[in-house]
């Protein structure tokens, strides 16, 4: 049973950086893909898709949004899992979740349902 716990979150300005953070402990993470999911305040949607990437690192996804603006990252070393947000819009603000799941450790899906284990999340709210 993996633990995830989400990190970095906080008030930032547009055109700022910012860096999340997830840790990870109760298992290994190489055997997983990772992703990185949002739900803005107030969306009665379900969590959107905002970043994955494979267990060895080298293949990402992102979506026409967060292209060239987010980079993901992973750690298999230190179990960590990053999200560098670049020029963040006030459309990023969310509540942003770490998760992990995949099959074999490739992201087979950006359906939250295609994750097996969730953090609580960390809130980023981005002022204009």
């Known amino acids: 049973q993996l633990q995830l716990v989400e990190s970095g979150g906080g008030l930032v300005r547009t055109g700022d950086s910012l860096r999340l953070s997830c840790a990870v402990s109760?298992?290994?993470?190489?055997?997983?893909?990772m992703g990185w999911f949002r739900h803005a305040p107030g969306d009665e949607r379900e969590r959107e898709f905002v970043?994955?990437?494979?267990?060895?690192?080298?293949?990402?996804y992102y979506t026409d949004s967060t292209e060239g603006r987010f980079t993901i990252s992973r750690d298999n070393e230190k179990n960590m899992v990053y999200l560098e947000m670049n020029s963040p819009k006030p459309e990023d603000t969310a509540v942003y979740f770490c998760?992990?799941?995949?099959?074999?450790?490739?992201?087979?899906?950006?359906?939250?349902?295609?994750?097996?284990?969730w953090g609580k999340g960390t809130l980023v709210t981005v002022s204009s």
């Open positions: 109760g298992g290994a993470i190489r055997t997983y893909a």
């Open positions: 998760a992990a799941g995949g099959r074999n450790g490739v992201l087979i899906t950006r359906s939250p349902g295609g994750m097996q284990y």
């Open positions: 970043a994955g990437i494979g267990w060895s690192g080298e293949h990402t």
